[in-house]
């Protein structure tokens, strides 16, 4: 009995001592215990100027792949509940774009859309995947549509979930603090880290405290970082001229609780894209794949089946 209360002291002294970094390891090894539950594997692949840390997992030999992104400040983790559903069909392959998670950053790099979207064609070239379909949220939905209008041979669909790249004709909650001079993602305590939470999900789903102070705690380490990749990011060329050339078929979901990015979007891609089949979700807000995993797996399933059924007999 006394070992056990002398381990339990221990235990609580060290998190206590540790805290928050107790929370990255919590993080840490929940999202590998995720990965291995879904059969994800970690694999690290070699571009030219640096190697992509993935997620990859289903049929090495399937017939049709999926390229999941993420979007800017988050990491491939947020891919993985909704991923799940498509492992047993498809190829899946989930990076950390440069800059982020554990592909890392290197000052001066280079974070502008296309050369981002150049990245991930060399991704599937060393990972021998010669058309692919692409879901982006947010940077990684306008990632996902340069990639759609810019290399039309490589991609077979589109699914924007979210998505930056164009000029919302309403503001959003972001876009009213940039306009102020404020950067809601540059983050200088663990208090400004929960405003900023609230602020990319209608409901978050739960996340113990000591995980979400540790990530807080990245978002201050990394600040400088993100600063550059923003700046970058957005100084990239807009969307605008070239949803024309998207010409395959395109799923486009937005919540319309979006706090960062407003939902007054819609029109601007439904009216540069032909071919855009359009949801937009009451109750949700900036990231429905992880809000609402299943649903969000639901939809875009049934968007992968209605390409196969209209295939030529």
Not at 59 to 76: C, F, N, Q, R, T
Not at 84 to 113: C, L, M, N, Q, S
Not at 125 to 152: F, Q, R
Not at 200 to 221: F, G, H, K, N, S
Request: aromatic share 10%; net charge neutral; proline share 6%.
């Amino acid at each position: 009995m006394l070992v056990l209360v002398v381990l339990i002291a221990v235990f609580v002294a060290w998190s206590w001592l540790s805290y928050p970094a107790i929370g990255y390891w919590l993080y840490d090894l929940n999202m590998a215990v995720e990965a291995k539950l879904y059969r994800l594997h970690k694999i690290v692949v070699p571009i030219t100027e640096m190697t992509v840390s993935t997620w990859q997992g289903g049929p090495y030999e399937a017939s049709s792949s999926v390229l999941m992104l993420h979007g800017y400040s988050a990491d491939k983790n947020i891919w993985l509940r909704f991923a799940r559903h498509f492992v047993g069909h498809y190829r899946v392959i989930i990076p950390d774009i440069a800059g982020h998670g554990e592909t890392g950053f290197k000052a001066g790099g280079g974070y502008d859309i296309p050369l981002q979207a150049k990245r991930m064609i060399q991704l599937l070239d060393v990972c021998g995947v010669e058309k692919v379909h692409v879901i982006g949220n947010s940077m990684g939905g306008y990632i996902a549509a340069w990639l759609a209008a810019t290399y039309p041979d490589r991609i077979a669909s589109v699914a924007l979930i979210d998505p930056a790249g164009v000029t919302s004709p309403e503001a959003s909650d972001l876009e009213r603090h940039l306009a102020k001079g404020h950067n809601p993602f540059l983050i200088h305590s663990k208090e400004e880290f929960r405003r900023f939470y609230a602020m990319t999900m209608a409901e978050p789903p739960w996340v113990p405290a000591v995980v979400l102070d540790a990530i807080a705690q990245r978002y201050q380490q990394q600040r400088e970082e993100l600063e550059e990749i923003f700046n970058d990011f957005r100084a990239s060329p807009p969307m605008e001229p070239k949803l024309p050339a998207i010409t395959v078929p395109a799923l486009l979901l937005w919540g319309r609780k979006d706090r960062l990015i407003d939902v007054s979007s819609v029109a601007v891609w439904s009216k540069g894209i032909a071919d855009l089949k359009v949801e937009i979700w009451d109750h949700i807000g900036h990231m429905p794949m992880v809000e609402y995993p299943s649903g969000t797996a639901r939809l875009y399933r049934e968007f992968l089946a209605s390409q196969r059924s209209q295939l030529p007999v």
